[in-house]
Nanobody, 124 residues
Framework: VQLQASGGGLVQAGGSLRLSCAAS????????MGWFRQAPGKEREFVAS????????SYADSVKGRFTISRDNAKNTMYLQMNSLKPEDTAVYYC??????????????????WGQGTLVTVSS
């Protein structure tokens, strides 16, 4: 599967952005999906993940209550709605796919496919 992330940009603190991840391939609906991010000088970290049907989700503590992950299998697309953005949310955001339908990807080691990343910059 190939993943294409989009929707990043520059936003003021307190603002919102919605990221999208478009996937190619007929197997998208059978994969668990997730978002990870990497700030300058830091390791890539987990943000949120969603099960193949969308019934289960997981969030990093740092984004819980502010970010919402969702997916539309009919459109082969995953989303990340980001509200109340903070300067510390500034990072390149990557979408990711995990071939295993049993677990939500919460570590980089679980990821089988990566998108190219989209930059989110939050100004103070």
């Amino acid at each position: 599967v190939q993943l294409q992330a989009s929707g990043g940009g520059l936003v003021q603190a307190g603002g919102s952005l919605r990221l999208s991840c478009a996937a190619s391939g007929r197997t998208f609906s059978s994969y668990a999906m997730g978002w990870f991010r990497q700030a300058p000088g830091k390791e890539r970290e987990f943000v949120a993940s969603i099960s193949w049907r969308g019934g289960s989700t997981s969030y990093a503590d740092s984004v819980k209550g502010r970010f919402t992950i969702s997916r539309d299998n009919a459109k082969n697309t995953m989303y990340l709605q980001m509200n109340s953005l903070k300067p510390e949310d500034t990072a390149v955001y990557y979408c990711a796919a995990d071939r295993s339908p049993l677990y939500l990807p919460t570590t980089t080691g679980q990821v089988n496919y990566w998108g190219q990343g989209t930059l989110v910059t939050v100004s103070s």
